[in-house]
Nanobody
Framework: QVQLVESGGGLVQAGGSLRLSCAVS????????MGWYRQAPGKQRELVAR???????SYADSVKGRFAISRDDTNNTVYLQMNSLKPEDTAVYYC??????????????WGQGTQVIVSS
């Protein structure tokens, strides 16, 4: 069974912080890359942050210096710490993990999303 469950979204004022969590069951030990994506109304889904099994991180230019992705192998959880939030960060945020081998018929897995709203 593969399941990704995001939490931690909500409403925050500009300049505030949120930490998103993604609890991964069934495949965490097989993942080679973990990431957070977001989709704002009228826009395409975009990659926000990515973390490889080896610990390499990458970020969209729009969030560099403000967001940080991390993982907790013991708790099978991926995090996205978001600081200095801006109204343009408002979006539904999705957790994504990828594997090098096929698991349950897929190489790519998504959560249901968690809403982040940043007020001006």
């Amino acid at each position: 069974q593969v399941q990704l469950v995001e939490s931690g979204g909500g409403l925050v004022q500009a300049g505030g912080s949120l930490r998103l969590s993604c609890a991964v069951s069934g495949i965490f030990r097989f993942t080679n890359v973990m990431g957070w994506y977001r989709q704002a109304p009228g826009k395409q889904r975009e990659l926000v942050a990515r973390l490889t099994r080896g610990g390499t991180t990458s970020y969209a230019d729009s969030v560099k210096g403000r967001f940080a992705i991390s993982r907790d192998d013991t708790n099978n959880t991926v995090y996205l710490q978001m600081n200095s939030l801006k109204p343009e960060d408002t979006a539904v945020y999705y957790c994504n993990v990828g594997t090098l081998v096929r698991i349950a018929g897929s190489y790519d897995f998504w959560g249901q999303g968690t809403q982040v709203i940043v007020s001006s």
